[in-house]
């Protein structure tokens, strides 16, 4: 859900920057795009995607054209497809920088090079299939850790398993155990009243969270280095750093 909020507060920071038509260039694969929503070509879409591609957590992420082509009706639904085939390519796609190129206030993000990036709309099916999924997820938890209202990442490093949970109002919660534990036992450390920073405007955000005086904070890297790891986990105590491990996020 954090990731749709940060994508509204985007838009609102470009949208004044976006006034002009799309350039012609772009125009060209944006009608092509909606050609193919319009005339239910799903492979078509299908082929435009590098994948694996996310949807919201935990969503499963789609793996191939073939997982895409079987989900698509979950994602394009009436509505979406209604917004996309009525839309103008030169008055309602929006180049919105190095970012791409955007469907009114960012429902979907095509690149400049006509890839499919992003679909950030929820249809609701999905939106359903997320509760049951979530629903299902609080079962498998050990019981200390089993009430949130909507879950964040799941952070693997080399020697930690980290789950980061909204219990709402702002408030984040951490908890960890060792890399080879199960979440169903009682994590090693849990410390909530955790925040949420956002790190510049490209998607980059961390959690910050404090014990006594150590403080957790976990990256989520979203642009990065062409290296760099999709999230990492720092510790410092006192303000000095004891800990940084790179960590990868777990798909569902």
Known sequence: MRKFIYVTLLIFMVQNLCAQDLKPEYQKFIKAFIDNVKNGKKEAVASLINYPFKRDYPIPEIKNKAEFVKRYDQIFDAALKNKIIKSNPAKDWSEVGWRGIM??????????????ITINY??????????????????????SIAKFKEPEYVLETSKFKIRIDDLGNDNYRYASW?????????????ITKGKWFQDGTGGNHHFEFKKGNYIYECHIIVLGEKDAPPAMLIITQNGKEILSQNAKIVPR
């Open 122 to 143: 929820q249809s609701e099916f999905e939106k359903n299939y997320k509760k049951k999924l979530i629903s299902v997820e609080k079962t498998k938890l050990h019981a």
């Open 103 to 116: 469907l009114g206030s960012g429902d979907i993000w095509i690149d400049t090079d006509g890839r499919l």
């Open 178 to 190: 060792s890399a080879k534990q199960s979440m169903s036992e009682k994590p090693d450390l849990v």
